[in-house]
């Protein structure tokens, strides 16, 4: 029954048939070897044989077989067992095992395995690769026992933690010893396995050298971190958009440029809100472009602050695109010309009024000299000398001028350099008072210094330039016949110096402007006053660089004050 149940056959369709009928044996030659020791030997054992079942499928059997005598008859008596799914499972084994061994041959990690102590069990051969080691030089180690002590003893904690969870997956990263003494950083990775009764039995897994990754990535972060402070220290506004638009990432000189508090009042904002209306069409449209084209340069725009203000920026910005190379948005530079526009501005203006200043004594210079020289023989010798005075006159005013911008030059070229000396102020205000006097008779001009003043040291020259600008606005902004006073006073280590008028006085707003760049009283009273605004910025540098201060005071219709002091000592650089 065993039989007709092994082969698929019925009895009626065996008994009384030669096997060579039912092509039985896979190879018959091999059979033929089997029957001939068989009759020789009288009996065989234990041979394997592949055969044909009825169904077509190979198996193999263990045949053993004898000779034996049946009544008058000699009998062959056989005996096969069923080996195929024996054959099918040592062959999948070896199968298994050459792939594991061609696993732990060809892959850079090492395969281990430990007990629930965490004692090697088995360790691949490419345990020499990663760490020097032999496998049997570590068969009965700990993976601890080749960690530095401190890694070592907290790698054990965490391990006899997991043991006793049983946890279904390990993952560690670990720092293990060379056997040359270099430190290796180690991924582990393990699962548990388990004893036939369901006990855990250890861990099974491999490690893998991560040390040059590690490096890779702590060269990346602080490569990110530098770019990072990079970002937020520049002085530059810097602002990243999604293709949207939306701000996704900014500086901290793009929260001072908006006049936000922090970052999370602009985030997630749109671009194009930040910016004034009037700029947001030609905005948009450089967007589009830069996600077209892939960059805009030095586009100028004004942007919102938060107070409702407004702020000039010149702008360039460049496509950042994703892994695949598609657009992923925008980053852009902003730098604040708010100032620069300003000083252009004034510039423009300053250009304006100098050129004015300089042509028109440069006009009545030159009309008075060339009048005397075409006109000579028919003037008198009053009006030859008037023309003359005239001439000079202008010519003083333009010298004064140009003496005021190479000052401003000086100190914008930080090239302000001064000669001082022991100087006594009674001397110097006197001498720029009778300059004075020249350019206007119509004026009363009184000094006031009490005695025995002592000198300061100052540059000469530049006091006179002082008194001299301070003493033509009086000039300019008193009426005719009105008093200007020259005076001063010791204050501490200072010499303070004042000169008054009995002009229109000056408004507040135009006091807190006054020793600006280029800046002139809007009194609509003033109209055709010349002047180029230079002489009290003038001043302030000049007594600014004698370690001074200037200062005014001043009420609407009653005059004006203007004070500097002087340091007794020579305190100058």
Partial sequence: ESLLHMTGYCREELIGRKRGELGFWVNPENHARIVQVLHDQGQIRDREEEFHIKSGEIRTAL??????QIG??????????????????EEALRESEE???ALTETTSDWIWEVNTDGVYTYASPKVKDLLGYEPKEITGKTPFDLMPPEEGKHIAEEFQVIVGSQSSFLRLENINLHKDGRLIVVETSGEPFFDANGRL?????????ITERKRAEEALREKEEKLRATFETMSDAI???????NLVDINEATVRLHGYRQKEDLIGRNA????????RAKAAEDIGKALGEGSITLAEYALLT???GEVEVEASAALLRDGSGNPAGLIA?????????KVDQLKDEFIGLVSHELRTPLTVVMGAINTVLSEQAYLSQEETRQLLQDAAGEAESLSHLLENLLELSRAQADRLFLYTEPVHIENVAQYAVEKTRQQSSAHRFVMDFPKGLPSVHADQLRLERILYNLLENAVKYSPQGGEIRVFAKLEGEYLVIGVSDQGIGISPHDQARLFGVFQRLEDSRLKGVKGAGLGLLVCRRLVEAHGGQIWVQSEPGLGSTFFFTVPLRDVAT
């Fill in 201 to 209: 039995g250890g861990y099974r897994g491999i490690d893998r050298d």
């Fill in 333 to 341: 530079v902003m730098r604040d010309i708010t100032e620069r526009k």
């Fill in 239 to 245: 602002a990243v958009t999604d293709v949207s638009g």
């Fill in 99 to 101: 792939r594991f061994r």
């Fill in 306 to 308: 938060e107070d409702g």
């Fill in 272 to 279: 194009l809100d930040l910016i004034v209306e009037r700029d």
């Fill in 72 to 89: 008058d008859e000699l009998c062959a008596l056989y005996i096969f067992n069923d080996i195929t799914e024996r054959k099918r499972a």
């Fill in 63 to 68: 045949t053993s077989a004898e000779i034996v």
